[in-house]
Nanobody, 123 residues
Framework: QLRLVESGGGLVQPGGSLRLSCAVSGFAVRNYAIGWFRQAPGKEREAISG????????IYADSVKDRFTISGDNKQRMVTLQMNSLKPEDTAIYSC????????????????WGQGTQVTVSS
């Protein structure tokens, strides 16, 4: 059983930055990949980025490449998503999730989820 808690969301102006954190606790945390997803109102959930249990990372969404960076400590207990140059279309609820092994863009394969944190980009 894992527990994931997101923090760091909020209201930011276009062009601004936010840093989201996902605190992970529980049994055998190092065996799990952590992924970040977002869901905007009326839209499907979108895979943003993930970090493997081995430490490798990947950015999935073309819309956030060169703007978002994922990082994690070597024990997978804190995974951070640094978001720069934010745009109004980045507005969504951002959630982190965990699955055994390597990360995937398929949300259905993630076993544990946090409660989500709201990110609003608006002037």
């Amino acid at each position: 059983q894992l527990r994931l808690v997101e923090s760091g969301g909020g209201l930011v102006q276009p062009g601004g930055s936010l840093r989201l954190s996902c605190a992970v606790s529980g049994f055998a945390v190092r065996n799990y990949a952590i992924g970040w997803f977002r869901q905007a109102p009326g839209k499907e959930r979108e895979a943003i980025s993930g970090i493997n249990s081995s430490g490798g990372s990947a950015i999935y969404a073309d819309s956030v490449k060169d703007r978002f960076t994922i990082s994690g400590d070597n024990k997978q207990r804190m995974v951070t998503l640094q978001m720069n140059s934010l745009k109004p279309e980045d507005t969504a609820i951002y959630s982190c999730a965990a699955r055994p092994g390597e990360c995937s863009r398929a949300a259905a394969t993630y076993r544990y989820w946090g409660q989500g944190t709201q990110v609003t980009v608006s002037s």
